[in-house]
């Protein structure tokens, strides 16, 4: 009886051992590959160095995993392409939008990304609505979608500018009212032109999405799961919050939560 108990143990033990070594943090970090791209205050280079609120995340969620990938910079449509052609690839920060949700498989969310009309606080400038706007001179991005919106809304006082940076100059001098822009652009061109973001507010929201850890579809759901849960044990703890709030970045922390 001693011996077909020792027996049993021992086989226990080696079933044990060859679960471990096929789940767990093991089975996530095999052949994965993480993507990020240069998009400021979120993730981006500086210095040679990656920074941002998503990629502290991820690396947080990677240090728990036991993870040792390094994290990939690539242009957008590169990282995108593996993304989605490449199974264990993940891409972030990733938009979930209608047309991507069925695509990809989601971890998150990690951002929040507010669209809508900012101002200086000090003009105490209050929007209910889009009409509410229609008096003020707005400043877009030249072409991109926001001047698009605007035309389509029947908005006449648009001053297009060919990037975020000259929009924000604009604003700050009072040249423009009011700057349709995401609440994303409006901290990482803030902190790029040394321009305290609390000098503006977003006095009125269209719409909100929220960004992700984005993985290619045939990576498997173990991984995904392990991913979410352990990302969701970062929030719970207040981990998360804490990285956004020593970045300034406190209006990017997701409200989902």
Known sequence: ??????????????????????????????NLMI????YPPLNFVENGVLRGPSVDIVKAIQDRLNIKNVIKVYPWARGYHLLKTKTNTALFSTTLSKKREGLFKWVGPIAEKKIGFFAKKSRGIRLKSLADAQG????????????????????????ASTGAE???????????????????????????????????????????????????????DEIINLWQDTYDALVKEGVVKNIFQQHDLKSLYPTFH
């Not at 993507?35 to 240069?38: C, F, H, L, V």
């Not at 009212?177 to 995401?182: A, K, M, Q, V």
């Open 166 to 220: 000259a929009n924000l100059k604009k604003l700050m001098g009072g040249r423009n009212d009011l700057w349709f822009s995401s609440n994303a652009t409006v901290a990482g061109n803030s902190k790029k032109l040394n321009i305290d973001v609390n000098e503006l507010e977003q006095v009125l929201v269209i719409d909100n999405t929220f960004m992700y850890i984005a993985f290619n579809e045939g990576t498997s």
């Open 35 to 38: 993507i990020t791209e240069d």
């Open 136 to 159: 003020f001179m707005i400043g877009v991005q030249r072409d991109g979608v926001g001047m698009q919106l605007l035309e389509e809304w029947g908005h006449k006082k648009i001053d």
């Open 1 to 30: 009886m001693l011996l077909a108990f020792n027996k049993s143990l021992i086989t226990a033990c080696i079933v044990s051992v060859s679960l471990l070594s096929t789940s767990g943090p093991i089975l996530a970090a095999d």
